[in-house]
T-cell receptor, first 113, second 109 residues
Framework: GAVVSQHPSRVICKSGTSVKIECRSL??????MFWYRQFPKQSLMLMAT?????????EQGVEKDKFLINHASLTLSTLTVTSAHPEDSSFYIC?????????FGSGTRLTVV | EDQVTQSPEALRLQEGESSSLNCSYT??????LFWYRQDPGKGPEFLFT???AGEEKEKERLKATLTKKESFLHITAPKPEDSATYLC??????????FGSGTRLSIRP
């Protein structure tokens, strides 16, 4: 089946630094990648939609300069959290349409200290 | 406005006690309703996609059904390993995926 590989699974960074999260589609071409954020015991909130070779579309309230998305190839999309602050600590998950439905990465737990 | 509501928020069952989870939706032009299972600290795992009212799908102890307004995830004789959060999502004609808040299911041995 379709697999989306997401790395890293956990990252701790200092306030003010940047963190890059990668999502790779392993056995299919991900024309579109969705990026979500999830707070404890809450559902997934769509942050942005990235399309290969074009600019990402951000949801209302999501700062595009803070959450940089790059989708340079059909198998790789990245989310960079720039100048991270403690309030950016969360669980970030990517997803793409593959297989029987939307396939999700395993998630990245970001902790900003 | 497109919306997905799941109930109950949390459900505790005894092993073997069958029950159902509900997902009510309002969406402009349904392009699919999805059920996912999510374990703590992990990404959602795909279970089912339903496209039209009357459609049903089964997988082991789980069965998903769909009407024009809601979907049910029936769990028959659950086991402790079925404990997880179950998420429902819909895809609208605008191609956006909207998630419900999930149902946290706990099965006691």
């Amino acid at each position: 089946g379709a697999v989306v590989s997401q790395h890293p699974s956990r990252v701790i960074c200092k306030s003010g630094t940047s963190v890059k999260i990668e999502c790779r589609s392993l056995d299919f071409q991900a024309t579109t990648m969705f990026w979500y954020r999830q707070f404890p015991k809450q559902s997934l909130m769509l942050m942005a939609t990235s399309n290969e070779g074009s600019k990402a579309t951000y949801e209302q309230g999501v700062e595009k300069d803070k959450f940089l998305i790059n989708h340079a190839s059909l198998t790789l999309s990245t989310l960079t959290v720039t100048s991270a602050h403690p309030e950016d600590s969360s669980f970030y998950i990517c997803s793409s349409l593959g297989g029987d439905g939307y396939t999700f990465g395993s998630g990245t737990r970001l902790t900003v200290v | 406005e497109d919306q997905v509501t799941q109930s109950p928020e949390a459900l505790r069952l005894q092993e073997g006690e069958s029950s159902s989870l509900n997902c009510s939706y309002t969406v402009s032009g349904l392009r699919g309703l999805f059920w996912y299972r999510q374990d703590p600290g992990k990404g959602p795992e795909f279970l089912f996609t339903l496209y039209s009212a009357g459609e049903e799908k089964e997988k082991e102890r789980l069965k998903a059904t769909l009407t024009k307004k809601e979907s049910f995830l029936h769990i028959t004789a659950p086991k402790p390993e079925d404990s997880a959060t179950y998420l429902c999502a819909v895809r609208s004609s605008a191609s956006k995926i909207i998630f419900g808040s999930g149902t946290r299911l706990s099965i006691r041995p």
